[in-house]
């Protein structure tokens, strides 16, 4: 059987630890390596129990990482840190496979930009592969069956839990801050509100709000429509867009967070006709570290070595609720 080494930079956050999680379980992926400043020459299972191997953190270098000689690496690492390591790649291995999941590189057309259930047809082999932000995958993947019906920019209400914002310690991540609150921050011009604007080709306003759970997104999108139309053949739309995506779910109800944290698919659903029929609310839900991550960073590896897309995804228990 053909398989592949991964190394993982960045791996002491929560992120990191569920793509460890993630290759360990692929059948033709092997971990070469994972970098982490903090935990350098820990074993990893002491941190991640169920890791199989005996494999130990490292603090790597730039040009240590691109002298590995790893098949892929994936950057996990806070915006603005991953310019340096891919120059090193660049330079002393360019046939590796360069996932990036921060922002620095969404906005670089030379980089496949990767969320497979909407821009699947556009890899054509390429070595840089950045990941989708947790929000931006919820709101394009919400609103993008009614893409060519929209009258105007879609006005999207964000909630995260507070894993999204990372380990380095924040307001946004500070738990007795968050006790009983719900935290908006960045309400115009957020990254992501560009990145969705960029990628859709529409105009999208995103307002964003940490809340006091750990994992899991809600998004609430509000859409104005051309014509009128029906919740029946709203729905029906998206049952036909998602049709042949096992990571997709449509419902009829409004999906709850607390029922897609831990799970590797989104739940798009609770849609909403207003009298007159030209405005549309549609709600969607994903894990913020799974499918708005991990998740999808390894549907982009399965891509890149052409494995089946969802090999090492769980996805009985997400299949079995749909049932």
């Known amino acids: 059987m053909d398989s592949r080494t991964v190394g993982i930079v960045g791996a002491r956050g929560h992120t990191g630890a569920e793509l460890i999680r993630l290759v360990d379980r692929h059948p033709q992926l092997q971990l070469a390596f994972v970098s982490s400043r903090e935990l350098d020459g820990q074993k990893v299972s002491d941190h991640i129990p169920e890791f199989s191997g005996e494999l130990r953190y490292e603090n790597l270098g730039h040009e240590q990482v691109g002298g590995k000689g790893a098949d892929a690496v994936v950057l996990a690492l806070p915006n603005g840190k ?81 894993s999204g914002a990372g380990t380095t310690p924040s307001d946004k991540n500070n738990v007795e801050l968050l006790r009983d609150n719900l935290m908006p921050y960045a309400l115009v011009d957020h990254l992501h509100e560009r990145e969705v604007s960029r990628q859709l080709g529409v105009p999208v306003e995103f307002m964003p709000h940490v809340a006091p759970h750990f994992r899991g997104i809600t998004m ?84 890149a070595f052409g494995f089946d897309e969802l090999a090492s995804i769980p996805l009985q228990d997400f299949r079995e609720d749909a049932a």
């Open 82 to 162: 991953a310019a340096e390591l891919v120059a090193a790649i660049d330079a002393q291995a360019p046939q590796t496979v360069v996932v990036d999941l921060s922002a620095d590189y969404r906005f670089d057309d030379s980089w496949y930009y990767g969320l497979p259930e909407l821009t699947r047809d556009r890899y054509a082999g390429q070595k840089r592969i950045s990941n989708p932000g947790c929000y931006a995958t919820a709101m394009q993947l919400a609103i993008a069956p009614l893409l060519d019906r929209l009258a105007g920019p879609p006005q999207c209400f964000g909630v995260s839990g507070y």
């Open 220 to 303: 609430t999108v509000n859409l104005w429509l051309q014509q009128p139309a029906k919740v029946e053949e709203i729905r029906s739309l998206y049952r036909q867009r998602y049709a042949g995506e096992p990571l997709i779910r449509v419902i009829d109800e409004a999906p709850w967070v607390s029922r897609i944290a831990g799970r590797h698919g989104v739940e798009i659903g609770g849609f909403s006709v207003a009298p007159g029929g030209k405005r549309v609310v549609v709600v969607a839900t994903l894990d913020n570290l799974l499918k708005g991550a991990a998740t999808q960073a390894m549907q982009n590896l399965n891509l």
